[in-house]
């Protein structure tokens, strides 16, 4: 039975720097059992710092980090085995087939490899690619390949999942098949935190939206919160008010008319 007052996540005070430049500025968040976080922000904001940071991909942060009640810093890496993850750019290791790249990560996160492989087939087949089970990665169309990280991030069922533009590539119906899938494992008490710059899935996907500009946070709540706060319309609309944005039409209006400069 999850205990949904027990904290997923907990970021206390979390501040990261590159060189100096201060990328997080003492972020302090909470997260709990079966929420879907829509994490947002401009281009450079520090969402995928932050992730990489939860992960234990990127050290040298200040602050704490806990995910399930461990500190990260603790040198235990043993939360990892509940954590799910879709990277923006993966490195598939695409000479294997998804058999085998399937069957590996499973190992990796600790499954026996019969099991792995069993239930990477099953979930192939949900997605009509049982045909290409057998062959090598290299071969699939993008969105092929995104089906296979996706199924690669859940095939241990984890408790806590990272997602950083998932549906990249998909066509319309695997996106609804996603969508549904995420919110069917946030009823069981799954975790999911869900980084895009896709606005209109955000907003239909979050039960949390936060919004992340210049390292801090600037917004957190349902989307029904940021609306009544914002007295803006769509989570865009909220987006573009809060970090500050309204030149888009001048912008493009300039940049069009350098595309056309000695044009016909
Ligand atoms: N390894 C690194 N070394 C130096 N600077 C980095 C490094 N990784 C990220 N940065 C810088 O940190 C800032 C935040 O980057 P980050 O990738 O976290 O942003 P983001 O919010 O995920 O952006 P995007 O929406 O474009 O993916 C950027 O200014 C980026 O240039």
Sequence with gaps: MVNQDEKILSLSNLSMSYGGDPVLKWIDLDVYPGQII???????????????????????????VEIFGQDIADGDPSYKQKIGYVPENAEIYDNL??????????????MDPETAERKALLLLDKFEMRGVFHTK??????????KVLIISSLLHDPDLLFLDEPLSGLDANSVMIIKEILAQ???????????????????????RIVLLADGKIVADG?????QAK???????????????????????????????????
């Design 38 to 64: 829509g994490y947002i922000g401009p281009n450079g904001a520090g969402k995928s710092t932050t992730v990489k940071i939860m992960l234990g991909l990127v050290g040298g942060y200040n602050g704490k």
């Design 222 to 226: 349902t989307f029904a919160e940021l």
């Design 185 to 207: 494992l946030a009823a069981e008490g799954k975790t999911i935190f869900y980084s895009s710059h896709i606005m209109e899935v955000v907003e239909k996907i979050s039960s």
């Design 97 to 110: 087939t998804a058999c085998e790249y399937l069957t590996f990560t499973g190992e990796m996160y600790g």
């Design 230 to 264: 914002n007295e803006e319309g769509t989570l865009e609309e909220i987006f573009n008010q809060l970090t500050g944005f309204n030149e888009h039409r001048e912008i493009a209006k300039s940049f069009v008319s350098i595309v056309r400069e000695g044009g016909s």
């Design 137 to 146: 990665i290299s071969s699939f169309s993008k969105g092929m390949k995104q």
